[in-house]
């Protein structure tokens, strides 16, 4: 049901509905963790939590079946703050004495809801997490198209001290303006761009000029969707902070996170 619905009438519509409820209650939105490393060192530098919807014990459901059914619904809000709060649970042993960095996905639906940045702000405070750990990834989509109630909502997050990151760069609507104006501290280069750095030379000089603007405005760059060595390195050479793909590792449950981080991440004694 949940993977035909959107679009669909209004039965359909409360079948999804129900659908996720028994989801939620189940408490079955859950996050797998894929590594951040930094170009400059090769060092772990934190982890993007990725929802994931564990139907059973064995299926687990990619976000982009769940997703847009749940902002369609209005059950994002709950959802969100199932996945926050299971992402937030793991604590990965720090890094030279350096704390790790969770990057949490936001929907745009999220920023509607004015309770969210306080509901964070106190989550991370019982999980003992400072909330510069907790960078907020944002997609580049139409609804960043009113930058005033969008600056609003965002500034809500930076007092508290909770860092933004501007999702999926180069394929959305964002303008270098709106760039400039709003509080981001992070650039993330779509992973189209990445995939062909390797065989385009077209796709080399976007993403140059794309590190090039994000380091002009201050922001840390990161490249996503690095399947391979021969694009690491070019994204080293032309400057890019840092980096996350297969090719450093997929997207994991926690228990293997923490077997990658002590074999491949190298962390304090
Ligand atoms: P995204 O934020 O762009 O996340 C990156 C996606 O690329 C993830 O897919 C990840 O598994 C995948 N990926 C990572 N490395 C590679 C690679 O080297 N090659 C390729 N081909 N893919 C790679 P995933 O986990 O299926 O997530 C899909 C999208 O769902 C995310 O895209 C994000 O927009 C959304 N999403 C995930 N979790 C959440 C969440 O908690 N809340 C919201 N609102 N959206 C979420
Ligand atoms: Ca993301
Ligand atoms: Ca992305």
């Known amino acids: 049901m949940i993977g035909a619905a959107l679009g669909r ?3 359909e519509h409360r079948a999804v509905q129900a659908e996720l409820s028994d989801a939620l209650a189940a408490e079955a939105f859950i996050a797998h963790y894929q590594p951040k490393i930094s170009l ?3 060092e772990l530098v934190g982890f993007e939590c990725l929802a994931r919807w564990q139907a059973n014990k064995r299926d687990l459901i990619a976000p982009d079946v769940f997703i847009g059914c749940a902002e369609q619904t209005g059950q994002i809000h709950e959802l969100t703050r199932q996945v926050y709060r299971y992402a937030l649970t793991w604590r990965p042993p720090d890094i030279g004495g350096k704390p790790l960095k969770y ?30 750990q907790v960078i907020l990834e944002i997609t580049e989509t139409a609804s960043l198209n009113n930058p005033l109630v969008l600056l609003e909502n965002l500034t809500q997050f930076r007092i508290r001290g909770f860092e933004l990151s501007i999702d999926d760069f180069g394929v959305g609507y964002s303008s ?3 760039l400039a104006r709003l509080p981001f501290s992070e650039l993330k280069i ?11 030379e077209e796709s080399m000089k976007i993403v140059s000029a794309v590190i090039g603007l994000g380091h002009s405005l201050g922001l840390n760059v990161v490249a996503e969707g690095v399947e391979g060595s021969q694009a690491l390195e070019l994204l080293y050479r032309a400057g890019c902070d ?3 793909g297969y090719f450093i590792a997929k997207p994991m449950s926690h228990q293997a996170a923490a077997l990658w981080q002590a074999t491949c991440g190298r962390q304090d004694g």
């Open 242 to 244: 840092q980096a996350q």
């Open 103 to 132: 990057a949490l996905n936001l929907s745009p639906l999220n920023l509607g809801d004015e309770d969210f940045p306080r509901w964070l702000f106190e989550e991370c405070k019982a999980q003992g997490i400072a909330p510069s």
């Open 9 to 11: 009438g209004e039965r």
């Open 176 to 178: 270098m303006v709106q």
């Open 190 to 200: 779509d992973r189209m761009f990445v995939k062909s750095l390797a065989t385009s």
């Open 40 to 42: 400059a060192t090769g």
